[in-house]
RNA sequence: AGUUCAGGCUGGGCAAUUGCUCACCCAAGAAGAUUGGGAGAGAGGAAAGUCCGAACUUCAUAGAACAAGGUGCCGGAUAACGUCCGGGGUCCCGAUUUUAUCGGGAUACGGAAAGUGCCACAGAAAAUAUACCGUCCCGGUUUUAUCGGGAUAAGGGUGAAAUGGCAGGGUAAGAGCCUACCGCGGAAAUGGUAACAUUUCCGGCAGGGCAAACCCCACCUGAAGCAAGGUCAAAUAAAGAAGCCUUUCCCUUAAUUGGGAUCGAGGUUGUUCGCUUUGAAUGUUCCGAUUAUCGGGACAGGGCUUCCGGGUAGACUGCAUAAAUCACGAAGUAAUUCGUGAUCAAGAUAAAUAAUUGCCGCCCCGAUUAAAUCGGGGAACAGAAUUCGGCUUAUAAGCCUGAACUAUUG
RNA sequence: GCGAGCGUAACUCAGUUGGUAGAGUGUCAGCUUCCCAAGCUGAAUGCCGCGGGUUCGAGCCCCGUCGCUCGCU
Protein backbone atom coordinates (compact mmCIF):
# COMPACT_ATOMS: atom_id res chain seq x y z
CA UNK A 1 0.00 0.00 0.00
CA UNK A 2 0.96 3.77 -1.26
CA UNK A 3 2.45 6.05 1.54
CA UNK A 4 0.98 8.86 0.59
CA UNK A 5 -2.92 7.53 -1.29
CA UNK A 6 -6.18 8.30 -0.42
CA UNK A 7 -8.29 6.04 -2.21
CA UNK A 8 -11.46 5.52 -2.32
CA UNK A 9 -11.54 2.61 -0.02
CA UNK A 10 -10.20 4.70 2.57
CA UNK A 11 -13.12 7.12 2.99
CA UNK A 12 -16.30 6.49 4.66
CA UNK A 13 -19.30 6.17 1.88
CA UNK A 14 -22.11 4.52 3.41
CA UNK A 15 -24.70 5.98 5.85
CA UNK A 16 -25.03 3.20 8.21
CA UNK A 17 -20.50 3.67 9.02
CA UNK A 18 -21.51 7.25 10.03
CA UNK A 19 -24.48 6.42 11.84
CA UNK A 20 -22.48 3.91 14.32
CA UNK A 21 -19.61 6.50 14.39
CA UNK A 22 -22.15 9.18 15.19
CA UNK A 23 -24.25 7.18 18.03
CA UNK A 24 -21.28 5.15 19.54
CA UNK A 25 -17.90 7.04 18.73
CA UNK A 26 -15.87 9.06 21.08
CA UNK A 27 -14.88 12.67 20.51
CA UNK A 28 -11.76 14.20 20.63
CA UNK A 29 -10.94 18.00 19.96
CA UNK A 30 -7.55 19.87 19.37
CA UNK A 31 -6.59 23.11 21.12
CA UNK A 32 -8.14 25.59 20.31
CA UNK A 33 -10.84 23.61 18.95
CA UNK A 34 -10.48 24.05 15.35
CA UNK A 35 -10.61 20.77 14.90
CA UNK A 36 -13.27 17.83 16.10
CA UNK A 37 -12.78 14.21 15.37
CA UNK A 38 -15.13 11.49 16.08
CA UNK A 39 -13.91 7.95 15.84
CA UNK A 40 -15.37 4.42 16.46
CA UNK A 41 -13.02 1.08 15.93
CA UNK A 42 -13.13 -2.48 16.50
CA UNK A 43 -11.25 -5.71 15.77
CA UNK A 44 -11.04 -7.56 13.30
CA UNK A 45 -8.92 -9.75 11.53
CA UNK A 46 -9.37 -9.46 7.88
CA UNK A 47 -9.90 -5.84 7.07
CA UNK A 48 -7.19 -3.92 9.16
CA UNK A 49 -7.66 -0.39 7.93
CA UNK A 50 -8.52 3.50 8.84
CA UNK A 51 -11.28 4.92 6.87
CA UNK A 52 -12.07 8.84 7.22
CA UNK A 53 -14.53 11.12 6.51
CA UNK A 54 -14.67 14.72 6.49
CA UNK A 55 -17.70 16.83 7.76
CA UNK A 56 -18.89 20.56 7.17
CA UNK A 57 -21.83 22.02 7.92
CA UNK A 58 -24.18 23.90 5.42
CA UNK A 59 -24.75 27.00 6.97
CA UNK A 60 -20.49 27.50 7.71
CA UNK A 61 -20.40 28.45 3.78
CA UNK A 62 -21.22 27.90 0.29
CA UNK A 63 -20.43 25.01 -2.31
CA UNK A 64 -17.17 26.11 -3.70
CA UNK A 65 -15.64 26.60 0.18
CA UNK A 66 -17.65 23.65 1.78
CA UNK A 67 -15.18 21.62 -0.73
CA UNK A 68 -12.36 23.66 -0.45
CA UNK A 69 -12.70 22.52 3.38
CA UNK A 70 -13.42 19.34 2.60
CA UNK A 71 -10.13 19.09 0.79
CA UNK A 72 -7.73 20.81 2.52
CA UNK A 73 -8.79 18.01 5.86
CA UNK A 74 -8.09 15.06 3.63
CA UNK A 75 -5.06 16.41 1.88
CA UNK A 76 -3.84 17.24 5.80
CA UNK A 77 -4.56 13.41 6.75
CA UNK A 78 -3.08 11.71 3.26
CA UNK A 79 0.17 13.28 4.05
CA UNK A 80 0.05 12.13 7.37
CA UNK A 81 -1.39 9.00 7.90
CA UNK A 82 1.37 6.65 8.19
CA UNK A 83 1.82 7.21 11.75
CA UNK A 84 -1.57 6.08 13.01
CA UNK A 85 -2.24 3.36 9.82
CA UNK A 86 1.36 1.18 11.03
CA UNK A 87 -0.84 1.14 14.85
CA UNK A 88 -3.89 -0.15 13.26
CA UNK A 89 -2.15 -2.93 11.31
CA UNK A 90 -0.22 -4.25 14.42
CA UNK A 91 -3.49 -4.35 16.45
CA UNK A 92 -5.68 -5.44 13.52
CA UNK A 93 -8.11 -2.54 14.14
CA UNK A 94 -11.26 -1.17 11.66
CA UNK A 95 -10.68 1.90 12.94
CA UNK A 96 -13.32 4.58 11.35
CA UNK A 97 -12.91 8.78 11.99
CA UNK A 98 -14.99 11.49 11.05
CA UNK A 99 -13.32 15.09 10.45
CA UNK A 100 -14.99 18.42 10.86
CA UNK A 101 -14.07 22.32 12.08
CA UNK A 102 -17.13 23.82 13.10
CA UNK A 103 -15.55 26.88 14.03
CA UNK A 104 -14.42 28.25 10.82
CA UNK A 105 -16.60 29.50 8.44
CA UNK A 106 -16.95 31.52 5.42
CA UNK A 107 -17.82 34.89 6.82
CA UNK A 108 -14.96 35.01 9.28
CA UNK A 109 -12.12 32.85 7.31
CA UNK A 110 -12.56 33.77 3.86
CA UNK A 111 -9.56 32.19 2.07
CA UNK A 112 -8.17 29.56 4.43
CA UNK A 113 -4.79 27.42 3.78
CA UNK A 114 -3.60 24.07 4.40
CA UNK A 115 -1.74 25.33 7.36
CA UNK A 116 -5.22 26.40 8.73
CA UNK A 117 -5.39 22.62 8.91
CA UNK A 118 -2.41 20.55 9.56
CA UNK A 119 -1.47 21.29 13.22
CA UNK A 120 -4.80 20.10 14.16
CA UNK A 121 -5.17 17.18 12.57
CA UNK A 122 -2.15 16.05 13.42
CA UNK A 123 -2.47 17.06 17.29
CA UNK A 124 -5.85 14.84 16.63
CA UNK A 125 -4.02 11.53 15.68
CA UNK A 126 -1.65 11.86 18.61
CA UNK A 127 -4.47 12.09 20.84
CA UNK A 128 -6.25 8.56 19.29
CA UNK A 129 -2.71 6.92 18.75
CA UNK A 130 -2.46 7.63 22.62
CA UNK A 131 -5.70 6.24 23.59
CA UNK A 132 -5.54 2.87 21.92
C1' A B 1 -7.55 61.72 -24.02
C1' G B 2 -10.89 61.27 -19.81
C1' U B 3 -15.81 60.57 -17.35
C1' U B 4 -20.86 58.70 -17.51
C1' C B 5 -24.57 55.67 -19.80
C1' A B 6 -26.10 51.57 -23.15
C1' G B 7 -24.74 47.01 -25.72
C1' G B 8 -21.24 42.95 -26.70
C1' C B 9 -16.73 39.78 -25.67
C1' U B 10 -12.77 37.40 -22.48
C1' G B 11 -13.13 35.27 -17.48
C1' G B 12 -4.76 34.08 -17.27
C1' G B 13 -1.02 30.44 -19.43
C1' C B 14 3.04 26.61 -19.11
C1' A B 15 5.85 22.99 -16.32
C1' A B 16 7.27 19.62 -12.11
C1' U B 17 6.12 16.39 -7.74
C1' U B 18 2.28 13.97 -4.73
C1' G B 19 -3.01 12.58 -4.95
C1' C B 20 -8.63 11.87 -6.73
C1' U B 21 -12.77 10.20 -10.55
C1' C B 22 -13.99 7.81 -15.17
C1' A B 23 -13.68 4.61 -19.31
C1' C B 24 -9.49 1.89 -22.48
C1' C B 25 -5.03 -1.43 -23.19
C1' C B 26 -1.25 -4.87 -21.03
C1' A B 27 0.36 -8.24 -16.97
C1' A B 28 -0.75 -11.24 -12.39
C1' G B 29 -5.31 -13.95 -11.04
C1' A B 30 -10.39 -19.34 -11.29
C1' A B 31 -12.75 -14.43 -11.81
C1' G B 32 -15.86 -8.43 -15.18
C1' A B 33 -13.20 -9.51 -7.19
C1' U B 34 -8.52 -7.30 -6.47
C1' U B 35 -3.40 -5.57 -7.40
C1' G B 36 0.52 -3.35 -10.57
C1' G B 37 1.97 -0.69 -15.10
C1' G B 38 0.87 2.32 -19.56
C1' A B 39 -1.26 6.10 -22.43
C1' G B 40 -6.10 9.45 -22.40
C1' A B 41 -10.05 12.77 -20.52
C1' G B 42 -11.81 15.66 -16.26
C1' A B 43 -16.63 22.50 -14.15
C1' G B 44 -19.20 27.86 -15.65
C1' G B 45 -20.62 32.53 -17.86
C1' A B 46 -23.46 32.36 -14.81
C1' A B 47 -22.71 25.39 -13.36
C1' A B 48 -26.59 29.72 -8.98
C1' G B 49 -31.93 31.26 -8.20
C1' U B 50 -35.71 27.47 -9.62
C1' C B 51 -38.91 32.29 -12.48
C1' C B 52 -40.89 30.36 -17.43
C1' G B 53 -40.82 26.80 -21.69
C1' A B 54 -39.77 21.86 -23.62
C1' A B 55 -37.60 16.74 -24.24
C1' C B 56 -38.05 12.13 -21.45
C1' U B 57 -40.93 8.91 -17.87
C1' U B 58 -45.19 7.13 -15.10
C1' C B 59 -50.39 7.72 -14.08
C1' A B 60 -55.13 9.44 -15.90
C1' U B 61 -57.99 10.24 -20.41
C1' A B 62 -64.50 8.75 -25.84
C1' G B 63 -65.75 13.89 -26.99
C1' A B 64 -67.24 18.73 -25.53
C1' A B 65 -68.08 22.41 -21.91
C1' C B 66 -67.34 24.56 -17.01
C1' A B 67 -64.01 25.62 -12.97
C1' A B 68 -58.86 27.11 -11.72
C1' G B 69 -54.36 29.34 -13.40
C1' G B 70 -51.61 32.05 -17.08
C1' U B 71 -50.75 35.39 -21.38
C1' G B 72 -52.54 40.16 -23.72
C1' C B 73 -50.62 46.54 -29.68
C1' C B 74 -49.26 44.07 -34.79
C1' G B 75 -46.20 40.77 -37.78
C1' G B 76 -42.31 37.22 -37.81
C1' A B 77 -38.62 33.46 -35.56
C1' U B 78 -38.88 28.85 -32.77
C1' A B 79 -39.80 22.11 -30.69
C1' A B 80 -42.02 25.58 -27.23
C1' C B 81 -42.21 30.02 -24.21
C1' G B 82 -44.10 35.01 -20.10
C1' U B 83 -38.09 34.37 -24.76
C1' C B 84 -35.93 36.75 -29.18
C1' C B 85 -36.18 40.01 -33.80
C1' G B 86 -38.65 43.83 -36.70
C1' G B 87 -42.63 47.44 -36.93
C1' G B 88 -46.63 50.75 -34.70
C1' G B 89 -48.84 53.84 -30.69
C1' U B 90 -47.85 56.55 -26.02
C1' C B 91 -44.32 58.88 -22.64
C1' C B 92 -39.33 60.94 -21.37
C1' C B 93 -34.42 63.18 -22.68
C1' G B 94 -31.17 65.78 -26.18
C1' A B 95 -30.07 68.42 -30.77
C1' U B 96 -31.57 71.23 -34.82
C1' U B 97 -35.10 74.23 -35.55
C1' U B 98 -39.66 75.40 -34.33
C1' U B 99 -44.14 72.84 -33.53
C1' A B 100 -42.21 69.59 -37.07
C1' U B 101 -37.70 66.57 -38.12
C1' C B 102 -33.61 63.62 -36.44
C1' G B 103 -31.05 60.70 -32.59
C1' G B 104 -31.29 57.95 -27.90
C1' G B 105 -34.18 55.59 -24.00
C1' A B 106 -38.62 53.47 -21.50
C1' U B 107 -43.15 50.85 -22.23
C1' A B 108 -47.93 44.41 -18.09
C1' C B 109 -49.76 48.72 -24.46
C1' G B 110 -57.00 44.27 -25.36
C1' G B 111 -61.95 46.23 -23.30
C1' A B 112 -64.25 51.83 -18.76
C1' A B 113 -70.44 52.84 -24.36
C1' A B 114 -71.64 44.67 -21.09
C1' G B 115 -72.28 45.00 -15.86
C1' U B 116 -70.76 45.65 -10.50
C1' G B 117 -67.53 48.22 -7.15
C1' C B 118 -64.08 52.08 -5.17
C1' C B 119 -62.25 57.34 -5.36
C1' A B 120 -60.00 58.91 2.24
C1' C B 121 -59.40 64.30 3.81
C1' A B 122 -60.86 68.83 1.59
C1' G B 123 -64.74 70.69 -1.42
C1' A B 124 -71.23 73.18 -3.25
C1' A B 125 -70.54 68.84 -6.03
C1' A B 126 -66.27 62.79 -6.97
C1' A B 127 -70.34 60.96 -11.49
C1' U B 128 -78.34 60.18 -12.87
C1' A B 129 -74.19 66.45 -11.79
C1' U B 130 -74.85 70.42 -8.48
C1' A B 131 -75.33 75.73 -6.76
C1' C B 132 -71.02 77.65 -1.40
C1' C B 133 -68.90 82.52 -2.76
C1' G B 134 -70.00 85.06 -7.19
C1' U B 135 -72.54 87.44 -11.90
C1' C B 136 -77.39 89.16 -13.84
C1' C B 137 -82.91 90.12 -13.75
C1' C B 138 -87.57 90.81 -10.95
C1' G B 139 -90.17 91.86 -6.28
C1' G B 140 -90.56 93.27 -0.99
C1' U B 141 -88.51 95.63 3.24
C1' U B 142 -85.44 99.24 4.37
C1' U B 143 -82.12 102.95 2.73
C1' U B 144 -77.13 101.17 0.15
C1' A B 145 -77.62 97.05 2.91
C1' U B 146 -80.65 92.79 3.58
C1' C B 147 -84.58 89.09 2.42
C1' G B 148 -87.44 86.18 -1.23
C1' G B 149 -88.17 84.24 -6.35
C1' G B 150 -85.74 83.16 -10.93
C1' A B 151 -81.61 82.87 -14.80
C1' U B 152 -76.43 81.24 -15.24
C1' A B 153 -71.92 77.97 -15.22
C1' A B 154 -67.60 82.87 -17.39
C1' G B 155 -64.65 83.67 -12.62
C1' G B 156 -63.17 82.13 -7.23
C1' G B 157 -61.92 78.52 -3.67
C1' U B 158 -60.93 72.56 -2.66
C1' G B 159 -58.48 68.46 -4.51
C1' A B 160 -54.31 63.76 -7.41
C1' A B 161 -58.52 64.48 -10.54
C1' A B 162 -64.12 69.28 -11.53
C1' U B 163 -68.04 67.85 -17.11
C1' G B 164 -63.62 69.98 -23.93
C1' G B 165 -59.27 74.26 -24.87
C1' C B 166 -58.50 79.15 -26.95
C1' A B 167 -60.14 83.48 -29.89
C1' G B 168 -64.16 86.23 -31.97
C1' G B 169 -69.40 87.01 -32.19
C1' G B 170 -73.61 86.93 -29.08
C1' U B 171 -76.33 88.10 -24.31
C1' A B 172 -79.71 91.19 -18.84
C1' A B 173 -75.46 88.20 -17.27
C1' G B 174 -73.85 83.92 -19.51
C1' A B 175 -73.46 79.34 -21.93
C1' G B 176 -71.07 74.80 -28.38
C1' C B 177 -75.90 79.34 -28.11
C1' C B 178 -73.11 80.40 -33.16
C1' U B 179 -68.30 80.47 -36.10
C1' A B 180 -62.83 79.37 -37.10
C1' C B 181 -58.57 76.40 -35.39
C1' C B 182 -57.12 72.36 -32.08
C1' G B 183 -59.03 68.04 -29.39
C1' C B 184 -62.91 64.04 -29.39
C1' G B 185 -66.51 60.50 -31.82
C1' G B 186 -68.43 58.26 -36.45
C1' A B 187 -68.17 57.13 -41.83
C1' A B 188 -65.57 56.74 -46.46
C1' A B 189 -61.17 56.73 -49.54
C1' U B 190 -55.86 55.91 -50.03
C1' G B 191 -51.14 53.49 -48.21
C1' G B 192 -49.65 49.15 -45.28
C1' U B 193 -50.02 41.55 -44.53
C1' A B 194 -51.42 44.08 -39.85
C1' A B 195 -51.04 47.35 -35.58
C1' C B 196 -51.69 52.07 -37.53
C1' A B 197 -51.05 56.56 -40.51
C1' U B 198 -52.81 60.42 -43.98
C1' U B 199 -56.86 62.96 -46.42
C1' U B 200 -62.06 64.22 -46.99
C1' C B 201 -66.99 64.45 -45.05
C1' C B 202 -70.45 64.34 -40.96
C1' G B 203 -71.69 65.23 -35.59
C1' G B 204 -71.92 70.50 -31.78
C1' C B 205 -69.71 67.04 -27.73
C1' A B 206 -71.85 61.84 -26.40
C1' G B 207 -66.86 62.42 -22.58
C1' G B 208 -63.49 61.60 -15.33
C1' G B 209 -59.81 57.90 -13.13
C1' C B 210 -58.80 52.75 -11.44
C1' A B 211 -59.19 46.32 -14.91
C1' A B 212 -50.87 45.02 -11.28
C1' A B 213 -60.35 45.92 -8.16
C1' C B 214 -64.14 42.04 -9.49
C1' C B 215 -65.01 41.18 -14.37
C1' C B 216 -65.77 40.71 -20.11
C1' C B 217 -63.28 39.18 -24.74
C1' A B 218 -59.40 36.33 -27.42
C1' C B 219 -55.68 32.59 -26.99
C1' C B 220 -52.93 28.71 -24.02
C1' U B 221 -52.60 24.76 -20.11
C1' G B 222 -54.50 16.86 -17.95
C1' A B 223 -51.31 15.72 -13.26
C1' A B 224 -46.72 14.65 -11.17
C1' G B 225 -41.68 14.75 -11.57
C1' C B 226 -34.88 11.29 -12.68
C1' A B 227 -36.04 11.16 -5.04
C1' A B 228 -39.82 10.08 -12.55
C1' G B 229 -39.44 5.14 -14.25
C1' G B 230 -37.12 0.14 -15.28
C1' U B 231 -33.97 -4.49 -14.05
C1' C B 232 -31.50 -7.73 -10.35
C1' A B 233 -32.14 -8.62 -5.30
C1' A B 234 -29.21 -10.13 0.74
C1' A B 235 -30.88 -10.57 5.87
C1' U B 236 -35.22 -10.87 9.08
C1' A B 237 -40.40 -11.71 9.81
C1' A B 238 -44.81 -13.63 7.88
C1' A B 239 -48.27 -16.19 3.80
C1' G B 240 -48.62 -20.49 0.31
C1' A B 241 -46.83 -25.37 -1.82
C1' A B 242 -43.91 -30.02 -1.63
C1' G B 243 -40.91 -33.62 1.05
C1' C B 244 -39.17 -35.75 5.62
C1' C B 245 -39.71 -36.09 10.95
C1' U B 246 -42.91 -35.79 15.35
C1' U B 247 -38.44 -42.18 20.61
C1' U B 248 -39.28 -43.84 25.72
C1' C B 249 -39.73 -42.88 31.07
C1' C B 250 -40.27 -39.79 35.64
C1' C B 251 -41.60 -35.31 38.48
C1' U B 252 -44.43 -30.70 38.00
C1' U B 253 -48.28 -27.00 36.04
C1' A B 254 -54.53 -24.18 34.83
C1' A B 255 -51.63 -25.07 30.25
C1' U B 256 -49.14 -27.68 23.79
C1' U B 257 -45.98 -24.91 31.27
C1' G B 258 -41.16 -25.96 33.52
C1' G B 259 -37.26 -29.56 34.67
C1' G B 260 -34.41 -34.34 34.76
C1' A B 261 -32.88 -39.15 32.69
C1' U B 262 -32.61 -42.15 28.23
C1' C B 263 -32.04 -41.78 23.10
C1' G B 264 -30.98 -39.16 18.48
C1' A B 265 -28.27 -35.24 15.61
C1' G B 266 -24.04 -31.75 15.04
C1' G B 267 -18.91 -29.90 16.49
C1' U B 268 -13.87 -31.12 18.25
C1' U B 269 -10.28 -35.73 16.53
C1' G B 270 -7.20 -39.78 11.50
C1' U B 271 -10.77 -43.10 14.72
C1' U B 272 -12.95 -44.31 19.62
C1' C B 273 -13.66 -42.55 24.49
C1' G B 274 -14.16 -37.97 26.63
C1' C B 275 -15.76 -32.87 26.35
C1' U B 276 -19.29 -29.55 24.40
C1' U B 277 -23.74 -27.58 21.70
C1' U B 278 -28.62 -28.74 20.55
C1' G B 279 -33.50 -31.41 20.05
C1' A B 280 -40.44 -30.76 18.86
C1' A B 281 -46.17 -31.38 21.40
C1' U B 282 -49.19 -33.81 21.17
C1' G B 283 -54.64 -34.39 20.31
C1' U B 284 -58.97 -36.54 17.70
C1' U B 285 -60.53 -40.60 14.92
C1' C B 286 -60.47 -45.27 11.91
C1' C B 287 -58.57 -50.33 10.96
C1' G B 288 -56.02 -54.86 12.63
C1' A B 289 -54.13 -57.83 16.54
C1' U B 290 -55.04 -58.27 21.47
C1' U B 291 -58.18 -56.61 25.48
C1' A B 292 -52.85 -53.91 30.49
C1' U B 293 -51.29 -52.46 25.61
C1' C B 294 -48.94 -52.79 20.66
C1' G B 295 -48.69 -51.91 15.14
C1' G B 296 -50.47 -49.10 10.83
C1' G B 297 -53.36 -45.08 8.39
C1' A B 298 -56.16 -40.24 8.09
C1' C B 299 -57.05 -35.22 9.89
C1' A B 300 -55.53 -30.94 12.95
C1' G B 301 -51.25 -28.85 15.44
C1' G B 302 -45.66 -28.58 15.84
C1' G B 303 -40.26 -28.94 13.87
C1' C B 304 -36.57 -29.08 9.79
C1' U B 305 -35.26 -28.63 4.53
C1' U B 306 -36.40 -26.95 -0.36
C1' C B 307 -39.34 -24.03 -3.74
C1' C B 308 -42.57 -19.82 -5.04
C1' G B 309 -44.43 -14.69 -5.12
C1' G B 310 -43.92 -9.67 -3.12
C1' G B 311 -40.33 -6.30 -2.87
C1' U B 312 -36.89 -3.45 1.77
C1' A B 313 -31.32 -2.54 2.46
C1' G B 314 -28.10 -2.47 -1.56
C1' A B 315 -26.48 -2.74 -6.74
C1' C B 316 -27.19 -1.74 -11.96
C1' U B 317 -29.84 1.20 -15.47
C1' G B 318 -32.18 5.78 -16.90
C1' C B 319 -26.77 8.73 -18.04
C1' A B 320 -23.95 11.49 -21.99
C1' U B 321 -24.72 11.56 -30.33
C1' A B 322 -27.75 15.90 -28.66
C1' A B 323 -33.79 20.92 -30.98
C1' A B 324 -25.03 19.32 -30.00
C1' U B 325 -20.43 22.48 -31.00
C1' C B 326 -17.16 24.88 -34.55
C1' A B 327 -15.80 26.69 -39.58
C1' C B 328 -17.31 28.19 -44.47
C1' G B 329 -21.18 29.41 -47.99
C1' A B 330 -26.33 30.87 -49.16
C1' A B 331 -31.44 33.22 -47.86
C1' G B 332 -33.37 37.17 -44.68
C1' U B 333 -33.41 44.34 -42.34
C1' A B 334 -32.92 40.93 -38.08
C1' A B 335 -34.15 36.95 -34.72
C1' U B 336 -33.21 32.62 -37.35
C1' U B 337 -33.15 28.91 -41.16
C1' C B 338 -30.85 25.82 -45.02
C1' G B 339 -26.47 23.33 -47.20
C1' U B 340 -21.38 21.29 -46.91
C1' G B 341 -17.27 19.76 -43.93
C1' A B 342 -14.92 18.66 -39.28
C1' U B 343 -15.29 17.31 -34.04
C1' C B 344 -17.01 14.30 -30.15
C1' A B 345 -15.39 17.02 -25.79
C1' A B 346 -16.86 15.60 -17.41
C1' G B 347 -20.25 11.79 -15.59
C1' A B 348 -19.43 11.95 -9.47
C1' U B 349 -23.38 9.78 -5.72
C1' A B 350 -21.12 11.47 2.48
C1' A B 351 -20.59 13.28 -4.03
C1' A B 352 -13.91 13.34 -8.31
C1' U B 353 -11.81 17.77 -11.13
C1' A B 354 -7.07 18.97 -5.76
C1' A B 355 -2.42 20.41 -2.84
C1' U B 356 2.53 22.44 -2.99
C1' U B 357 6.30 24.87 -5.85
C1' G B 358 8.67 27.47 -10.01
C1' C B 359 8.53 30.59 -14.51
C1' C B 360 5.91 33.89 -17.81
C1' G B 361 1.72 37.41 -18.60
C1' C B 362 -1.86 41.25 -16.14
C1' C B 363 -2.95 45.09 -12.16
C1' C B 364 -1.36 48.20 -7.82
C1' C B 365 2.46 50.42 -4.54
C1' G B 366 7.68 51.93 -3.61
C1' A B 367 12.85 52.87 -5.35
C1' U B 368 16.16 54.20 -9.33
C1' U B 369 14.61 56.26 -13.99
C1' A B 370 15.38 57.44 -21.12
C1' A B 371 13.22 52.72 -22.28
C1' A B 372 13.48 49.41 -18.51
C1' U B 373 15.04 46.92 -13.97
C1' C B 374 14.56 45.51 -8.75
C1' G B 375 11.50 44.63 -4.23
C1' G B 376 6.61 43.88 -2.02
C1' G B 377 1.44 42.86 -2.61
C1' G B 378 -3.06 41.38 -5.44
C1' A B 379 -6.44 38.51 -9.04
C1' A B 380 -13.74 38.72 -8.53
C1' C B 381 -18.53 36.03 -8.54
C1' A B 382 -18.62 31.27 -7.85
C1' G B 383 -18.70 24.25 -8.28
C1' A B 384 -21.80 20.03 -12.82
C1' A B 385 -25.90 16.18 -10.27
C1' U B 386 -31.40 13.60 -16.21
C1' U B 387 -30.76 16.90 -20.52
C1' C B 388 -31.74 21.23 -23.51
C1' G B 389 -33.94 26.73 -24.87
C1' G B 390 -34.54 31.33 -22.26
C1' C B 391 -35.12 34.91 -18.12
C1' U B 392 -33.28 36.92 -13.51
C1' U B 393 -29.49 37.81 -10.02
C1' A B 394 -23.79 37.94 -8.45
C1' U B 395 -19.12 39.41 -10.73
C1' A B 396 -12.09 41.62 -9.87
C1' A B 397 -9.60 43.10 -14.12
C1' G B 398 -9.21 43.93 -19.30
C1' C B 399 -10.90 44.66 -24.51
C1' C B 400 -14.41 46.36 -28.53
C1' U B 401 -18.69 49.40 -30.47
C1' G B 402 -22.18 53.55 -30.05
C1' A B 403 -24.14 58.13 -27.66
C1' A B 404 -23.64 62.43 -24.44
C1' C B 405 -20.44 65.73 -21.74
C1' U B 406 -15.56 67.89 -20.43
C1' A B 407 -10.46 69.34 -21.58
C1' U B 408 -6.40 70.06 -25.03
C1' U B 409 -4.36 70.56 -29.98
C1' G B 410 -5.06 71.60 -35.22
C1' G C 1 -33.28 17.55 -7.02
C1' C C 2 -38.56 18.98 -6.18
C1' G C 3 -42.47 21.47 -3.42
C1' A C 4 -44.72 24.91 0.43
C1' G C 5 -44.77 29.03 4.04
C1' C C 6 -43.00 33.43 6.85
C1' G C 7 -40.27 38.50 7.38
C1' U C 8 -44.41 44.73 11.06
C1' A C 9 -41.87 48.34 18.09
C1' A C 10 -36.46 45.52 22.27
C1' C C 11 -39.80 40.48 22.38
C1' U C 12 -44.67 37.83 20.94
C1' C C 13 -48.15 38.90 17.39
C1' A C 14 -52.84 41.82 15.07
C1' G C 15 -53.53 44.76 10.73
C1' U C 16 -58.66 43.23 3.62
C1' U C 17 -63.16 46.82 -0.71
C1' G C 18 -55.62 50.37 -0.82
C1' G C 19 -56.70 56.33 2.70
C1' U C 20 -52.27 59.52 8.91
C1' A C 21 -49.68 51.51 11.89
C1' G C 22 -52.02 48.94 16.56
C1' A C 23 -52.36 45.35 21.08
C1' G C 24 -49.89 42.65 25.08
C1' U C 25 -45.11 42.10 27.59
C1' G C 26 -40.77 45.00 28.43
C1' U C 27 -38.35 50.32 29.04
C1' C C 28 -38.76 55.41 31.05
C1' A C 29 -41.45 59.23 33.95
C1' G C 30 -45.32 60.59 37.40
C1' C C 31 -49.23 59.26 41.17
C1' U C 32 -50.06 55.87 45.26
C1' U C 33 -46.80 53.65 49.77
C1' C C 34 -42.69 54.59 55.52
C1' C C 35 -40.11 51.40 51.35
C1' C C 36 -41.01 47.57 47.60
C1' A C 37 -44.51 44.72 44.74
C1' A C 38 -49.30 45.16 42.61
C1' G C 39 -52.51 49.09 40.72
C1' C C 40 -53.58 53.89 38.03
C1' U C 41 -51.92 57.80 34.42
C1' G C 42 -48.71 59.32 30.60
C1' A C 43 -44.51 59.05 27.17
C1' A C 44 -40.72 57.19 23.94
C1' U C 45 -39.62 53.41 20.42
C1' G C 46 -41.15 51.57 13.22
C1' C C 47 -37.14 53.30 6.01
C1' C C 48 -43.72 47.33 7.67
C1' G C 49 -36.53 42.53 5.18
C1' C C 50 -34.49 45.12 0.54
C1' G C 51 -35.08 47.29 -4.73
C1' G C 52 -38.41 48.65 -8.64
C1' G C 53 -43.46 49.27 -10.76
C1' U C 54 -49.11 50.20 -10.90
C1' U C 55 -51.96 54.14 -8.37
C1' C C 56 -53.47 60.82 -6.55
C1' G C 57 -51.86 57.51 -2.50
C1' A C 58 -48.98 50.96 -1.11
C1' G C 59 -47.80 47.31 5.31
C1' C C 60 -51.82 45.57 1.71
C1' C C 61 -51.74 44.85 -5.51
C1' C C 62 -47.68 43.14 -9.27
C1' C C 63 -42.39 41.89 -10.48
C1' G C 64 -37.45 40.97 -8.86
C1' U C 65 -34.17 39.92 -4.80
C1' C C 66 -32.16 38.57 0.27
C1' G C 67 -32.75 35.86 4.78
C1' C C 68 -35.25 32.14 7.75
C1' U C 69 -38.42 27.77 8.54
C1' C C 70 -40.84 23.27 7.04
C1' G C 71 -42.14 18.84 3.90
C1' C C 72 -40.88 14.75 0.17
C1' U C 73 -35.91 9.39 0.03
Redesign the pocket.
Known sequence: ?????????E?????KD?EIIYSAGSIVYSSGKTIKAIYNYKITNIDANIKI???VGK?QG???WR??V???IK?SY?LNKEMLLLECLEKKLEMKIVFSSPLYTEKKNK?L??IDFMPGIIETMLIIRKKL
Open positions: MKNFSLSSKRIKKRFAAVRCAVNRKRLERNEL
